[in-house]
Each structure stands twice: as C-alpha cells, then as structure tokens.
C-alpha cells in the first residue's frame, strides 16, 4: 500500500514555463486536494474533488488547473510559473467523514 | 473568504510541562480536524471533531470541540521531546473544503 505518491519531490522551473505536479493514490478515496504550504501561513486549498469528473476551486487558485479523469489520480498543472508559486505543495486524499493521508510533498521553485 | 485563526504561533516549553493550541472561527464549523507536522514531513492527521462540546482523548492529547462550534483545542499533558512539531487545525464549512490555520510550532525542550 503506496499511500499518496506524489512526482516530482523537487523541480526548478523558469517564469513562464509550464508543468504538471503528479499525485496519485491507492486506497480508493473519493475525495482529493491540492495544497499549497508557505512559511508562516499554513497550508493553503488550491483544488478540491469529491469524485472523478468532480472538481472546485479552493483559497487560491489562479494560476492553476486540475482534473481528476480516474479515482486514483489528480495532477495539478502550472500554467505559467511565477516566482509567487515557489512552495511546497502537498496532495492529499481522504475518505468522507475521516482525516486526510498527505503525499510527502513536491518543493518546487520558480526563477 | 473563510478563516481559521490558531494562536499561539510559537511555543518553546520543558519537557514535562503542558502545551493547548488553540483555534478559533467566526462562523459556526461543521466539523475541525487536527494534524501534526514534524520539520521535514507532511501533515498527519490525528483526529476529526464533529459534535457541538465534544471531547476526545488520545493517550496525553485532548481535543475540545466548543459549544457554538467555532472553536477547538489541543492540549498535550506532560509534554515529551517526541512532540515536536507544528500543530494545524483544519475547519470545514460543509465537510469538504477544509482550510488549515497557520499552526502552533511546538519546541520542547529536554
């Protein structure tokens, strides 16, 4: 049992440049979340899903775009980096009425 | 938007004495759950709150849930080094969107 896996652990983008942050999970769990971790204010909901094909808009999300085609997956794409989206984002996944089970984390860093 | 203030952000104590973070909202929460964090990991959940005035305890922790639903605690009695970390509150306004607030940094020292 993998849990939430998360790809890539690290990445360096240019402004401007485009990517897909990879999240996948292995128990079954319908609902999944994007967030977003910066120093001194917390984590912050980028995306959410209740299902597959079921998608909605968190805290903060400009500059970002899901999907959730499968139960199991749910990448998170940068549309155009900015130095602003330099964080650590954690997936996250979780039965209804229970706690979530968060990925280890993709740091990523904008220049 | 909505907003899930926790107090206090730092706390440094000695090993064996006791830690409350503490988490407020201005709106009646459906439900809060909590989660740990220790430096160089993810989060990891430790328990959800649902009732109006519930309790929970788990070993030296204690979870409130206050009676108007917009506040909760974490107490920590006798606090051991392992207990490092931060502490995140998340509340929810209808069970699926849960927002976290900023976390209570625990550092105890042996």
């Known amino acids: 049992n993998a849990g939430v896996t998360q790809t890539p652990k690290f990445q360096v983008l240019k402004t401007g440049q485009s990517m897909t942050l990879q999240c996948a999970q292995d128990m079954n769990h319908e609902y999944m979340s994007w967030y977003r971790q910066d120093p001194g204010m917390g984590l912050r909901l980028i995306h959410y899903s209740v299902g597959a094909g079921i998608t909605d808009q968190g805290e903060v999300p400009n500059g970002y775009n899901v999907s959730r085609s499968t139960t199991e997956d749910f990448p998170l794409r940068l549309l155009s980096a900015a130095p602003s989206q330099t964080s650590v984002y954690f997936c996250?996944?979780?039965?209804?009425?229970?706690?979530?089970?968060f990925g280890s984390g993709t740091r990523l860093t904008v220049v | 938007g909505q907003q899930v203030m926790q107090i206090p952000q730092y706390q440094h104590v000695q090993e064996g004495e006791d830690f409350t973070t503490y988490c407020n909202s201005s709106t009646t929460l459906s439900n809060i759950q909590w989660y740990k964090q220790r430096p160089g990991g993810h989060p990891v959940f430790l328990i959800q709150?649902?009732?109006?005035?519930e309790v929970k305890k788990q070993k030296r922790l204690t979870f409130q849930f206050g009676e108007a639903k917009k506040n909760s605690s974490l107490h920590i009695t006798a606090t051991q080094t392992t207990d490092v970390g931060t502490y995140f509150c998340?509340?929810?306004?209808?069970?699926?969107?849960?927002?976290f607030g900023s976390g209570t940094k625990l550092n105890v020292k042996p």
């Open positions: 709150l649902v009732k109006s005035g």
């Open positions: 998340a509340g929810a306004w209808g069970f699926n969107k849960f927002y």
């Open positions: 996250a996944s979780r039965w209804p009425n229970y706690g979530y089970t």
